[in-house]
Structure formats: structure tokens, C-alpha cells
């Protein structure tokens, strides 16, 4: 599999959906298998809150693979002997792309919380622009799981003659109160860390990292399927050698304080934020009336929407939701749900019958 | 209706379930009616995870009643005029009752986190103690929801003969893998406020009251049902004159943000912790090689066990498993799964078939 991974600069002005400008962008990058001399083989791949531009294979010094490794690959799901894959860290991350770590030309300090606020839209316009880099003139699908599947439904909405099909995975086309309510509490641990100084913690060099630590281990429960955490872990008590701390009784305290350790280490503050703002904002029907069936008119793409069972964040409803508004507005889309034992976090996973239900629809006429 | 709050000490030393000692102790109590003269129409009541001994009534200068006002009174399901019903505060608790805001009478400090661990078996036999000082030698009925149901489970368990009814409500005989994961973020999120200060915040003048607040607002999330903030909040704007904060968006981040605020001025960082850690640790079946039949084997109190279809902290699958057991070790029990609006909290809320279902219980011969 050929892989290129790349930071490549935008120097045109990116006016966001909030009002606000960045003079300039860079956007990082990374590309497996080929472009055939068509254009025409290109499937976009969008990442999740967490996520980056890092999507496949192992790179010189990490243990773990890209995010989507399990379904990226020669003669994996979405096949790199026959389709050229393009994945980026978007704008607000963290990855490399531009964002509240990267230091501003006019102030020469990082941005921190001054980066503007960026939203799902923003990030589709981000992405139509390197698509433009690359000649693309119309993706054979884009796709992407959670946040990632919302910016594959916001393509196929924006950009209707540029997407020939949309893998909606885990996601809907808003989030619930309850998801509104649970990012704020991740906010509201991360902005009431003493070290984060209202977002400008790298000009101080401090980092708000008890904060993030706890905002993950939330997430990361929300992101397991009760039942996964129950086979895995139970009510087991955690070895005593081996603890985080020495108040942990249980096994999957252990588990959590060492996932959010290590999250804490990797991510920004200011990107969390961002991306939750992000995604609570995500709702593409406000526009047109609180219409999802209106807002789909205009859509070409054939859709396929898909939620696992025992996610109880994006529950089967969201995806069911898309896809009868998909039906009304006389779209050729197809929803499936699938088996999945991780939770929100199964989109992740291989599986047999994820992999054929995504394999069949990227092969069909689109 | 007659009401007595009234702190009692007790001098004789308790030994606790994990082999500490309380040289005394007191608790904080209020009883609502009288009791009979063959003192046979005593109810008690358990408080839930942040309740207190004030279950019925309004006190000069509260706005809000008792927690269970709605069922607690003359004429109400726990019938005043005919029962006499003792409430209080469970020791670890922040109401008067020792716990880690008393003054330690040998450091002539508050105890802070030294306060020794406590657990629902713990409460059970303090609650025997003031029976004892009440000369109550059978209560009929030990009611509580969540917590409080883990007691009333405790009493029937630890003294068959000194209860006659056990009402356990939106309870369970353990919690889930998940529910101590959450717990355990909660811990985390206190514990990481700079103000903690390893628990001996109050020696210092200091409140870890942001940690407080934000465990707070994570907490009321899982209290709730999803429907019914989506009911009641929905993706509503917050109207900008009343923002808890600049950031805010929503109506329901407001909301949890102003919930937080006022829970953090009144209770206290260590008893929450204290309180999470007894809740994670309750398993009485782990006595009896992880056997809730046999665990239920000596019990001779009818229970009523009943789950709301709206909790998701503590579905109904807990209160089935609790029936099932009943059935198996031979014991009169009855389970209902009743309608409530307020996710797991519904089980402070009045409502007609709760009320039948708990009214007839308690009426019906033991």
C-alpha cells in the first residue's frame, strides 16, 4: 500500500460558518493506494472527535495502527489496490492540520482559545478544497463513523455532484440533549482545571491535563456498551500491583484512569472543545426549517446509514431518523444495523458483516 | 403532622464493616406521626445518595420540601396519622450525622478523608441501633429508592426478624461495571479540583467546590431520562441574559450548570466520595459465593421490589434479578415496573400507580 502523509498549505483566506476568517490553513494529510488517471477512484474518509488524519497502516514508532486500519488496506474493506483513499486531521484538531496549537501569524503565540469556532460545514468546505488540490472532481464515497459519518451526511447535502456515495456510520444528523448535556460536563471539567488559564495554558506552558484526563474517561464510558464493560471488566478488584492510584478498588477504574492518562497526552484542550462544540451544533435541517426531508432534496448520493446495536450515544433512532427522511426525499439510500460488541466505538471494528455491508454499497453502481 | 429533628449521639463504639472504629457517633434524624403505644407502626426511611434525614415537610426558610414530601405525610401513601416514620441521615453523610465535616475528637480537627469508610451494611446497623434507642423492635416497612432500596435489600437481609416489609425502589443488589465507572469519574473530577488538597480541604479553609459542582452536573445527566430532557430542553437556545457562563449555547448546559452551582454549596466533597464507594461496594450476595438466592434464603420480609421504565442508571433488569432471586429462596415478593417521567429519579415523584403500588404494600398483611 503506497502512503503519503502530508502537511499541505492553503493560502487563500477560508471564511468559516461562524462569520470569522483564517487568513490562511494548512491541512494534514495522508493518502493510501493510488489515484488512477480517471479521477475517478477516491473515496474520502472522515474521522471521529479523536481521531486524525492517521487512518491506516503502522507508522515508524507507533504500536497502534491508523483508526481505521481494520477496514483500510490492500484488499481490505475499502480495497487500496482499487481505490485512492484520502484522510486528514480537520481544522480545530490537534493532528497537524491548523488548529488551537498551531502558533497564529499575527500574534506569533499559539492561537489557543482564540482559534475561531469551526463547524461540520466548515470542515466539508476544508475538505472540498484539498479535493480540489487533488483534481477530484467527485468522490466515490465519503465516509466516516460519529462525527465523522455527520461530515460524509453534511457531503452529500453541500456538495450533492461531488459525491457519488455516503457511508453514514454511528452517526445522526443531530446530537440529543443528553450527548449536548454530557460534552458540556467534558467542558466544564477541562475549562475548571487550574491550568488552563481560559484556553491560553501553551502561552503559559502549562497544560490542562487533569482536565482532559477526566473529560476522556467520561467519554470513554459513553463510547462502551454497558454490556462490553460488564463482560470485560465486571465487578472484578484490581490487582493491587498494578494500580493507578491507591484509592482504585475495581478493575475498570484502573482501565479508565490509564485511557484517560494516556489520551491526556496526545490531545489538546482547546481541540476538545472545539470538537465538541462542533458536533453539538451539527444540524443540518435548522436551515431548511427543521426539515431533515427537505434539507435531502437536493442530495444525489446514494446513502448508506448505519448504527450498531448496543450503542446507546448514537442509538439506531438517529440512523433511522436519516434514513426514512432519505426515503421521503426519494434518495436511494439503505439502512442496516449491525451487531457491534464495542459500544458507540464499534464503527471502529472489523466485523463480517459490517465489512460486507460497507464493501457492497462502496461496489454497487453508484 | 408531628415533627421532631433531633441529633442523637450514640457513646458506644461502632465497629465498622472494614474493621475501623467509630468511638461514637451521632446521627441526624426527624420522625413524622407518632409512634403507637405497642410500637408496631414504625416506618424507616433511606435517603439516596445525596439525601438527608429531611424527607417530609418544609423547614422555616427552605423553599423546597423533603425529599419524599410527595409520599411522606398526613393522608399521603406513608400515612402520617397512622404511621410513625423515622428518617436520617446516614453516618459519611454532610447533615449532621457524623461524617467528615465532624470534628474529630481526638485531632480536634474535622475528619476530612480520614473518615473511615463506611458501607450500606454499615447504615443498616446504625439504623438497628436507633431503632433500638426508639424501643421499635419490628419496623413494618423499610422503604427507599436507589440507595435507599439498597438498605431497605440490607435490612432484610442483615435482621429477617426485626422488619416486616422491604420496599426497594429503582434500586439493585450491586451496580453495574458501568455505574462504578461513572462513579469513578466523579471521584476523579473532585479529587483533581486543586482546592481537594488530598481531602483535608477543610483544615485549610478551602472548598474543591468547581470539582463538586461538575461531578454534580455528570450525576443529575444519569438521574434523568434521555426523553425527558429532550422533552423539556430539547436543542433549545439559552436566552443570553440568564447564562451561567459566556460559553454556554444551550438551555439545558444552564440548567445543569445552575443544578451543579447549587449542589456544590451544600454538600460536602468527602462524604460524595464516601457515599460513590459504599454505592460500588454493596454486593451482600458476595457473603453467600455470589448467590443472591441464598444470600435471600433467611429472609422473612415481604418485599416490593419496582424499577421505572424511564432509568437507565438502574433498569429494570436489577429489580427483575432481585424478584427472581425472591422467587427462588421462597420469599413473598412482588415485583411492578411502573411509568415514570423522571428517569431514575422518578422515584421521588408522586405519581397514582407508584403511589397504589407502595400504599397497598405497606397496608396489605405482612
Given at each position: ?5 502530508k ?43 479523536s ?19 481494520e ?10 489496490t482499487?481505490?485512492?483513499?484520502v ?27 482564540s482559534?475561531?469556532e469551526?463547524?461540520?460545514?466548515d470542515?466539508v468546505?476544508?475538505?472540498k ?16 463513523g ?9 457531503w ?25 448535556a454530557?460534552?458540556e ?11 488552563f488559564?481560559?484556553?491560553d ?7 490542562p ?6 473529560a ?11 454490556s462490553?464493560?460488564s463482560?470485560?471488566f ?6 493491587p500491583?498494578?494500580?493507578?492510584d ?6 475498570v ?6 485511557k ?35 434539507c ?60 460486507s ?10
Amino acid at each position: 500500500m503506497k502512503v503519503i502523509t502530508k502537511k499541505i498549505p492553503f493560502s487563500n483566506p477560508l471564511t468559516l460558518q461562524s462569520g470569522q476568517t483564517l487568513s490562511s490553513f494548512e491541512l494534514m494529510t495522508e493518502t493510501y493506494g493510488e489515484l488512477n488517471s480517471e479521477r475517478t477512484n477516491a473515496v474520502l474518509v472522515c474521522h471521529a472527535f479523536s481521531g486524525n488524519h492517521h487512518a491506516a497502516g503502522i507508522k515508524d514508532g507507533d504500536k497502534k495502527p491508523g483508526w481505521w486500519d481494520e477496514i483500510i488496506g490492500d484488499g481490505k474493506t475499502i480495497d487500496t489496490t482499487k481505490f485512492f483513499v484520502v484522510s486528514l486531521n480537520n481544522i480545530g484538531g490537534c493532528h497537524g492540520s491548523s488548529g488551537p496549537t498551531t502558533i497564529s501569524s499575527e500574534s506569533g503565540q499559539p492561537y489557543g482559545a482564540s482559534f475561531p469556532e469551526v463547524s461540520v460545514r466548515d470542515w466539508v468546505e476544508t475538505q472540498k478544497i484539498l479535493a480540489d488540490h487533488f483534481e477530484i472532481n467527485c468522490w466515490e464515497m465519503v465516509a466516516g463513523g460519529s462525527l465523522g459519518g455527520m461530515q460524509a451526511l453534511q457531503w452529500a447535502i453541500s456538495y450533492p455532484e461531488r459525491i457519488k456515495k455516503a457511508a453514514i456510520i454511528a452517526a445522526s444528523s443531530k446530537i440529543s440533549t443528553q450527548n449536548i448535556a454530557l460534552n458540556e460536563v467534558a467542558r466544564e471539567i477541562i475549562k475548571k482545571d487550574e491550568n488552563f488559564h481560559n484556553g491560553d495554558y501553551l502561552a503559559q506552558d502549562k497544560s490542562p491535563s487533569k482536565g482532559l484526563k477526566a473529560a476522556r474517561m467520561l467519554g470513554h464510558i459513553t463510547y462502551l456498551s454497558e454490556s462490553n464493560m460488564s463482560k470485560r471488566f465486571g465487578r472484578k478488584l484490581q490487582d493491587p500491583e498494578n494500580k493507578m492510584d491507591a484509592d482504585i478498588n475495581y478493575e475498570v477504574e484502573n482501565y479508565l484512569q490509564y485511557k484517560g492518562e494516556q489520551f491526556a497526552k496526545t490531545f489538546d484542550a482547546n481541540s476538545y472543545i472545539l470538537m465538541t462544540k462542533a458536533m453539538d451544533s451539527f444540524d443540518p435541517a435548522r436551515d431548511f426549517d427543521n426539515d431533515l426531508v427537505k434539507c435531502l432534496q437536493s442530495t444525489q448520493a446514494k446513502l448508506l446509514i448505519s448504527s450498531f446495536d448496543s450503542d446507546w450515544l448514537f442509538p439506531k433512532e438517529y440512523g433511522l431518523d436519516i434514513q426514512m427522511s432519505a426515503i421521503k426525499a426519494g434518495i436511494d439510500s439503505t439502512y442496516i444495523e449491525l451487531d457491534g460488541d464495542y459500544g458507540h466505538d464499534s464503527f471502529l471494528f472489523y466485523s463480517d458483516q459490517y465489512a460486507s455491508a460497507l464493501k457492497n454499497f462502496l461496489n454497487s453502481n453508484g
